[in-house]
């Protein structure tokens, strides 16, 4: 059993940064970041390093191996970053494409 428990969001000016973690309890292997906007279809935001092409060059996602969590730095936000923001992970295998564990989810709003 895996739990993933996020923090870090909240509301910043655009232009501005933020980021989140993700701390995973139990086993994980490849670990993602997804997103929601309101009245939209969640998006794969990123997963080691591959990133949405709306993200490249503004976001970044490391990780702390020792302390089995995940960041997800957020520079030059956009008012179109605005989401609910999830992490996401693997407890079975490195593929990227397939995640069995959900955070709770963490809000992000970029005002303009």
């Known amino acids: 059993q895996v739990q993933l428990v996020e923090s870090g969001g909240g509301l910043v000016q655009a232009g501005g940064s933020l980021r989140l973690s993700c701390a995973a309890s139990?086993?994980?292997?490849?670990m993602g970041w997804f997103r929601q906007a309101p009245g939209k279809d969640r998006e794969f935001v990123g997963g080691?390093?591959t990133y949405t092409d709306s993200v490249k060059g503004r976001f970044t996602i490391s990780r702390d191996n020792a302390k089995n969590t995940v960041y997800l730095q957020m520079n030059n936000l956009k008012p179109e970053d605005t989401a609910v923001y999830y992490c996401?992970?693997?407890?079975?295998?490195?593929?990227?494409?397939?995640?069995?564990?959900w955070g709770q989810g963490t809000q992000v709003t970029v005002s303009s």
């Open positions: 996401a992970a693997n407890s079975k295998s490195w593929n990227w494409s397939e995640y069995d564990y």
């Open positions: 139990g086993r994980t292997f490849a």
């Open positions: 080691s390093t």
